[in-house]
């Protein structure tokens, strides 16, 4: 357990991202990169049942998947900025309406066009991109330092059937398995090195 404890500090550096690459990274990031690895290889595999339940819970993503063609204009949040967005867009025949009212207050922002599948798109946004008609415009508050417009351009259906998307779900699911795991293990010998010190100061 002690040489484990040793390791915590270049796991958690492995895990941030913040260790070199193999060929300079000290002996302790190797160690703990090595551990993590075998922690992470140590989960089982996601069952055909568990990839299956994942297919039906998200119909969104494979049996309704659509293929997106939209509009984008992002600016930096700014706290009187959003409300003032919402309104525009619901009042602005286009984007370039709003892009120029952008522009007359000097504010500075981006804009982009593009085609993005479903599985490109956050989950939480998901949902309302999929409710939104086509030539619709909308402000978004993602509640991260950027505030969108964005138009939903054109839309169409490009489903996945479940014998295609297993293997995407599957490697999916294991993933999330391996940084849960890693997750816990850290978790557990943060406790272990509060106990030892604990122990020591007694």
Excluded at 25 to 46: I, M, T
Excluded at 81 to 108: C, F
Excluded at 133 to 146: K, L, N, W
């Amino acid at each position: 357990m002690n040489r484990l404890l040793a390791l915590l500090p270049f796991c958690v550096s492995v895990v941030a991202g913040c260790d070199r690459s193999a060929d300079s990274a000290p002996a302790g990031q190797l160690a703990a990169r090595a551990y993590l690895q075998q922690v992470a290889q140590a989960q089982p595999r996601p069952s055909s049942e568990e990839v299956h339940k994942y297919y039906a819970q998200h119909p969104e993503l494979f049996a309704q998947r659509r293929l997106f063609t939209l509009e984008q204009i992002e600016v930096a949040r700014e706290a009187s900025l959003a409300t003032a967005l919402q309104e525009r867009a619901a009042n602005a025949a286009s984007m370039e309406q709003i892009a120029d009212w952008l522009r007359l207050r000097e504010i500075q922002h981006a804009f982009t066009r593009g085609v993005r599948a479903a599985e490109q798109i956050p989950l939480d946004l998901l949902p309302r991109l999929q409710a939104m008609r086509e030539g619709e415009v909308q402000a978004i508050d993602s509640g991260g330092d950027a505030l969108f417009v964005i138009r939903v351009v054109a839309t169409r259906l490009a489903p996945l059937d479940e014998a295609a998307a297993a293997p995407l779900i599957e490697q999916f699911l294991l993933k999330r398995r391996w940084s849960e795991a890693i997750g816990t293990e850290l978790q557990q010998l943060r406790h272990a090195a509060r106990v030892e010190y604990v122990e020591e100061r007694k």
